[in-house]
C-alpha cells in the first residue's frame, strides 16, 4: 500500500510559492489556522501523505493530509465505526489509499477501503475527488477498484473495476471530474482478460497502468 507520497515540485515553482506551514505539534496554533481553510485563488498542492493508523485504532490507515502552497491544509479523517445489527450490516471506511495528483496540481483523488464480508482485508470500493480545499464528488463503480487515474489535466477520471475474486473481466469507465457523470465505457473481450483491439486511448492507458509493475515512489511520513 502506499501509504505517504511527497511531491517533487519544480524549483522554479517553489520558489514562487510561500513556504507550506509545519509546525511542531498537530496542536500548533499555526497548524491549526490553516487546518481544513479554503487555499488562496491560485495556491496549489505541495504535498500528501496518508498517516500510518494510530496504535490500537483498528484502522488500517490514518488521515490523509494535503498541504497547499499558501500553507492552508485539508485533512480527511476516517469515520467513526458504526456496529452492524440484526436489522442493518454497515460497511465501515478502513483506511484511505492510492492517492493521486492531476496534472493541474489544483485536483486530487484517493480511494476509500472498506470492510467486506467476504474477505480478511478491506477492499478499495469508492474514488474522491477533490479540488480548491473540498470534495467535490464520491464516485462508486458498484465493484472493487482496481485502478484509476486522471486525464486531460484533471478534467477525466478512468476507473477500472470488477470482482474481488476470480479472473472476470473488468469494467472500464470514464468519469467527468466536475460532475461525476459516467461519459464512456470500453468494451472487453468477451474470449480474453482485457480490452478489444479497437478500445478508446484512455481505455489502453488505463489497463497499461494495471498491468505495469508498481512503480517506486518517493516517500516520507506525515509531518507533525
Known sequence: MK???????????????PTAQTGNAATSPARLANENKSPRPGAFIVEYCV???????????????????????FVEALPPKKQSTAKETVDNQE???????????????WVENYDNCCTSYAIPRALVLFRSGSIIQRIWPGQMIWEW????????????????????IGEYKLYRVKTGRLVAEANTNAQLPGLKADAPAWAKKLDEKLRQPSQATVTSPCKE
Request: charged content about 15%; hydrophobic content about 40%; glycine content about 16%.
Open 149 to 168: 487515474m486522471f486525464f486531460d489535466g484533471g478534467k477525466f477520471v478512468g476507473v477500472i473495476s470488477g470482482p474481488t475474486h476470480g479472473t472476470d
Open 3 to 17: 501509504l505517504c507520497t511527497t511531491l517533487l515540485v519544480a524549483t522554479a515553482m517553489l520558489a514562487l510559492a
Open 51 to 73: 498517516a500510518e493508523a494510530a496504535t490500537g485504532s483498528g484502522y488500517e490507515t490514518g488521515p490523509l493530509q494535503i498541504v497547499y502552497s499558501d500553507g492552508s491544509r
Open 95 to 109: 483506511g484511505i489509499s492510492d492517492p493521486q495528483l492531476a496534472e493541474d496540481r489544483q485536483t486530487m483523488g
